[in-house]
């Protein structure tokens, strides 16, 4: 199976993290008002015993619940409380989608929320507070 993802993600190359665990790609036209990240699981993505490592899946729901706040707001913002339910495992070879969505925000904090899929059956929840920062972000 071909690390490549599938047809309408384009490469993500930010932050160095997580380029170093990546890579990451986002969805050139997701939904109105969401982000959308995948990745193909991989050897180095999995833990002892060959499921995707909890770790990687908290990285790809922050950094998918980050975007998506930025992308809203154009406000950089650092995660201040980042949650993540495991429902279900995913397997060296899975194609994984992230989609993330901004809940509310008041301008000087946000909420988000986002949940990680394989073949469209949700494997994991994740849940995020964001401290919003007064300056603009850098384009995407």
């Keep these: ?3 490549e993802p599938p047809e309408g993600y384009t490469r993500v190359d ?11 790609y986002q ?22 015993m060959g499921g995707l490592h909890g770790g990687m899946a908290a990285t790809m729901a922050d950094s998918a619940m980050a975007r998506a706040l930025v ?19 995913v397997r060296e070879g899975d194609w ?14 946000g909420h988000t929320a986002c949940e990680i899929s394989v073949g469209g059956e949700v494997r994991m929840r994740g849940e995020a507070v964001f401290r919003i920062l007064r300056r603009a972000a850098t384009p995407a």
């Design 1 to 3: 199976m071909t690390a």
């Design 14 to 24: 930010r932050a160095p993290f997580v380029n170093f665990v990546g890579p990451l």
């Design 27 to 48: 969805a050139i036209a997701p939904p109105p008002g969401r982000v959308r990240l995948g990745l193909r699981v991989t050897g180095h993505h999995v833990n002892t």
């Design 71 to 89: 992308f809203q707001l154009n406000r950089k913002a650092v995660t201040m409380r980042l949650s993540v339910d495991y429902v279900d495992s």
């Design 96 to 109: 994984v989608d992230v989609e993330a969505w901004v809940a509310a925000e008041d301008g000087e904090f």
